[in-house]
């Protein structure tokens, strides 16, 4: 018989504990120990929904996702905060400057979670693991949670087992004690549509995915996604980190406190949208082609409207313009309740090189 040799890969999967609280908490010590929920305004009175909220928070219920307001029927002795996405990408990228340091294979997925790859790493799991906290506890005062597994599949739900402040090794040889009985939401790819359906099967467990035949998954799922799921729920996966990623767009949207009639101030939301994504642009050194607005009214309805300009731009100006060129193609013949804007069609500045 023919043996196989193939070296285990050994991929780390990095996630901050809650992450934008605990940026708060960082940088106002009077915060520590005390229930944070960080979401919208800040204003628990007004609309809004939850970013994060702390672990302390979480004791009572909190969640992301939940309406601010109901948060505060929860926890109102919480301490409720706007969110400053600003300073967290800050933090953000001295995070990811430290994982960059311990291994240069890693791919960012998010403002506070990424992947590092370690298989050719002379140190132990423990060891890599070890490092990474102290670097991010050094340069930042925050805690993360890791797992460590042979794939970027079981990594990510190896961090999640022992939040705050964990490491979890999660070895093939656990699958079947330590993944099979987890929920099959636990697996990555599987949203809530997957889940009724699969519960529609009398399916819960991973465990109980696995043991259903290919064929049977095919026939429900579709051929790419069926055997995904067949794969998924024995652990198996071999992607490969991504880690040259380029931006495909840019976007910022506002929801209003109240739905609003008024021309001057969804014009005004709109200039100062149109601003913020031309900094950003400035500010990762790319141009633009094509501005898309959004306007959402009360009811839902939602309307796009997009224009390419003729040449690639940076130029607040020309990206404002091209946004009232848009906005002048939607009937406003109704409450705004939300209005966004969106660069794409990027290219680096120096370079040619094009991503739409
Ligand atoms: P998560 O890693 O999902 O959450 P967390 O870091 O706050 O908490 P945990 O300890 O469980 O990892 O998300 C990271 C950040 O992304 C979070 O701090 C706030 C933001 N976020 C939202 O803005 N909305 C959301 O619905 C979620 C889930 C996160
Ligand atoms: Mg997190």
């Known amino acids: 018989m023919e043996e196989k040799h193939t070296a285990m890969r050994r991929i780390l999967h990095i996630d901050m504990d809650a992450f934008f609280a605990a940026v708060e908490q960082q940088r106002r010590p009077e915060l ?19 970013s994060t909220a702390n672990y302390e928070a979480r004791k009572f219920g909190v969640h ?42 890693m791919e960012d997925v998010g403002i506070d ?93 991973i465990g109980q995915l696995a043991a259903l035949p290919l064929d049977a998954l095919i026939e429900r799922f579709g051929n790419s996604y069926g055997s995904y799921l067949h794969d998924a729920a024995r652990g198996l996966d071999d992607s490969p980190l991504v880690t040259h990623w380029e931006p495909k767009s840019i976007s910022r949207e506002t929801t209003f406190q109240e ?29 633009a082609k094509t501005v898309t607005i959004k306007i959402r009214f009360a009811d839902f309805t939602t309307f796009t409207r997009a224009l390419t300009i003729p040449d690639y731009t940076d130029s607040e100006e020309e990206i404002r313009k091209a946004a009232f060129a848009c ?19 990027l290219a680096k500045e120096s370079a040619d090189e094009i991503f739409s």
């Not at 739905?259 to 141009?287: K, P």
């Open 259 to 287: 739905d609003v009639d008024n021309w001057q101030i969804i014009a005004r939301t709109l200039a100062d949208l149109a601003q913020e994504v031309t900094a950003d642009l400035q500010g990762h050194r790319y141009r």
């Open 113 to 205: 979670e990424a992947y590092l790859e370690i298989t050719d790493s002379d140190d132990s799991d423990e060891a890599v693991a070890r490092r990474i906290k102290e670097g991010i506890r050094e340069k930042t005062g925050l805690t993360c949670s890791i797992g460590i597994a042979p794939n970027k599949l079981l990594a990510k739900i190896a961090s999640d087992m022992q939040k705050p402040d964990g490491v979890t090794i999660l070895r093939e040889t656990d699958i079947e004690s330590r993944l099979w009985p987890l929920a099959v939401r636990k697996l990555y790819g599987v949203g809530p549509k997957t889940e009724a359906s699969l519960r529609g099967m009398g399916i819960e467990t």
């Open 64 to 105: 992301s996702g939940m309406p601010l307001r109901t948060a505060y029927k929860l926890c109102p002795h919480a301490i409720y905060l706007p969110v400053d996405y600003e300073a967290y990408s800050r933090v953000s990228a001295v995070i990811k400057e430290v994982l960059r340091g311990v291994s240069p294979i």
């Open 327 to 345: 906005l002048k193609r939607i009937e406003l013949d109704r409450k705004v309740r939300l209005v966004g804007a969106r660069v794409s069609g």
């Open 32 to 50: 520590s120990a005390k229930p944070v929920v960080i979401g919208g305004m800040g204003d628990p009175s007004r609309r809004g929904v939850v």
